[in-house]
């Protein structure tokens, strides 16, 4: 048996990215519930808007997303006690959304957060994360599925509950 090299590993690594990058911009590869389905897969879907909503009881941001399509996507993101400068943050990720496909949020996503000089601060990421899952909600309608099955489909049909009750029916 050989030892692989990084360069062969690497090769590796970035074919398999390739192709989940290429799997995400085929959205008829994606399943499709008609029944349920907001759009068309083969239609075009923008974003219009970005609507912060701050809620400093729950120290949490909520954004609705908008689209041409009339789909709207929820997410949610936060840091303690920066609410102000998330929100701000989301706002200047606002005029790269405008006009683009949410239907490809990995490819957004990576886009975001590439672009800034200092990388992955946790202010920059909490206003991703509320973007990205109201891109995630935005596909999942469109394509009439829940987004855990985009994310895979359930890992499981029961779990550990833990807690001070005697019986579930305290609970």
Not at 60 to 87: C, P, Q, R, Y
């Amino acid at each position: 048996m050989t030892k692989a090299s990084r360069r062969h590993w690497m090769k590796l690594a970035s074919l398999g990215m390739g192709g989940l990058l290429a799997a995400e911009r085929n959205a008829s590869a994606q399943p499709i519930n008609t029944s349920r389905a907001l759009a068309d897969p083969r239609s075009a879907i923008k974003i219009t808007r970005l609507e912060i909503i701050p809620v400093h009881s729950l120290r949490s941001i909520f954004v609705k997303m908008h689209t041409d399509a009339g789909i709207i996507g929820l997410g949610e993101g936060t840091v303690e006690g920066k609410i102000e400068t998330v929100m701000a943050a989301i706002a200047q990720l606002e005029p790269y959304l405008k006009g683009k496909d949410p239907r490809q949020p990995a490819h957004h996503w990576q886009a975001m957060y590439r672009h800034a000089f200092y990388r992955g601060d946790i202010i920059l990421c909490s206003a991703l994360s509320a973007v990205d899952i109201a891109m995630w909600d935005i596909k999942g309608k469109a394509l009439g599925v829940p987004v855990y099955e985009l994310l895979g489909g359930p890992t499981r049909d029961r779990i550990k509950c833990y807690g001070q009750a005697e019986s579930v029916e305290e609970t």
